[in-house]
């Protein structure tokens, strides 16, 4: 897909590809010599035009192509000093050459008999990032004082982006999948629930659930099990990456998920409107905010970081 002048692919486990477009790309004056040199010097260039690349960009939204009803709850967002501070951590990670080339070479092998998010788990790369804190909390419309009593993340990885929201909470409850990621959760002090049965432990204040209905082989199911699992007040900060595109990758024939979701559009916001009208609305539940952000993943020797489109939603249920 072509937009604002860049090309974004995903790879079949939709891992984030960022490629400049033929237009954008530097004009080489030689080529160095070996692979290893073309990769690193490639790397130079990329990574300089992701430098000089408007980031406010990720954020942006045309809301005049989106009903009043919707676009009167969005809240724009920026890159924050939490958001800063991943990318640089991203740049120091991928200049690390040696650890670059023994990921890959690792990747090449455990792929045979291991997903991606395992390997990746087992690692330790490829961290994302969603929301900060702060984002969370002007997202959320409220200050640093708002505090409750229990966080449900389903899906939460390596915990990495679950560690920025469990500071506002008393308790934190992760799922996961993966071997390796449960692992990596444990270590970090979380209740771990298991995935058939986390329903038991509620109800919870709020349920974060970033990225996962697109990787999940029954999402309309895990929105009802959402829904009835919070507390009356309670909310759901829900992630889903645009376009969308749902890849199951593990558990489930050909990849494909079980229920497909009918989301459409030929843009994002044609994407958020039909995700808000023809899912969440129908799942029961009613948008309290939300906002366009990057989904951001750290990088390797082609490039610092990745990232894709990201909508995120403050929901509560309709009744």
């Known amino acids: 897909m072509v937009e604002n002048g860049f090309c974004y692919a995903t790879t079949k486990e939709n891992d984030p590809i960022f490629h400049t477009s033929q237009s954008q790309q530097p004009t080489l004056s030689f080529r160095p010599r070996g692979s290893l040199a073309r990769a690193l010097y490639e790397k130079q260039q990329t990574d300089h035009f992701l430098s000089q690349f408007d980031k406010s960009q990720w954020y942006h939204c045309d809301l005049s192509k989106l009903p009043?009803?919707?676009?009167?709850?969005?809240?724009?967002?920026?890159?924050?000093?939490?958001t800063i501070k991943f990318l640089q951590q991203s740049e120091e990670k991928s200049d690390w050459v040696l650890t670059q080339i023994w990921h890959s070479i690792v990747k090449v092998f455990l792929g045979w008999f291991m997903t991606q998010t395992?390997?990746?788990?087992?690692?330790?790369?490829?961290?994302?990032?969603?929301?900060?804190?702060?984002?969370f909390l002007k997202l959320m419309k409220v200050n640093e004082k708002w505090h409750k009593g229990s966080l449900l993340d389903l899906g939460a990885g390596d915990g990495e982006v679950t560690a920025h929201l469990s500071a506002l909470f008393d308790k934190t409850y992760v799922t996961e999948v993966s071997t390796t990621m449960r692992n990596l959760l444990q270590n970090r002090g979380y209740k771990l629930l298991e995935i058939d049965t986390w329903q038991r432990s509620g109800p919870f204040d709020v349920?974060?659930?970033?990225?996962?209905?697109?990787?999940?082989?029954?999402?309309?199911?895990?929105?009802?099990?959402?829904?009835?699992?919070?507390?009356?007040?309670?909310?759901?900060?829900?992630a889903v990456v645009l376009p969308f595109s749902a890849y199951v990758e593990a558990g489930s024939r050909g990849h494909k998920p079980t229920e497909l979701l009918p989301i459409l559009g030929s843009c994002f916001e044609d994407q958020v409107n039909s995700v808000v009208h023809d899912v969440l609305t129908p799942a029961g539940f009613k948008v309290v905010s939300w906002t366009r952000v990057p989904y951001l993943c750290e990088g390797d020797l082609q490039q610092s970081y990745y990232w894709l489109d990201d909508v995120v939603f403050i929901l509560k249920a309709a009744n």
């Not at 395992?118 to 984002?135: E, Y």
């Not at 209905?213 to 895990?222: E, F, G, K, Y």
Request: aromatic content about 4%; charged content about 20%; hydrophobic content about 35%.
């Open 68 to 82: 009043p009803d919707l676009s009167s709850k969005f809240v724009e967002l920026g890159p924050d000093d939490d």
């Open 118 to 135: 395992s390997i990746n788990g087992w690692l330790q790369r490829g961290s994302m990032f969603v929301l900060s804190l702060q984002q």
């Open 207 to 238: 349920i974060s659930c970033l990225n996962l209905i697109d990787r999940c082989d029954t999402p309309n199911q895990l929105l009802k099990q959402m829904k009835t699992s919070l507390k009356p007040d309670g909310l759901v900060l829900l």
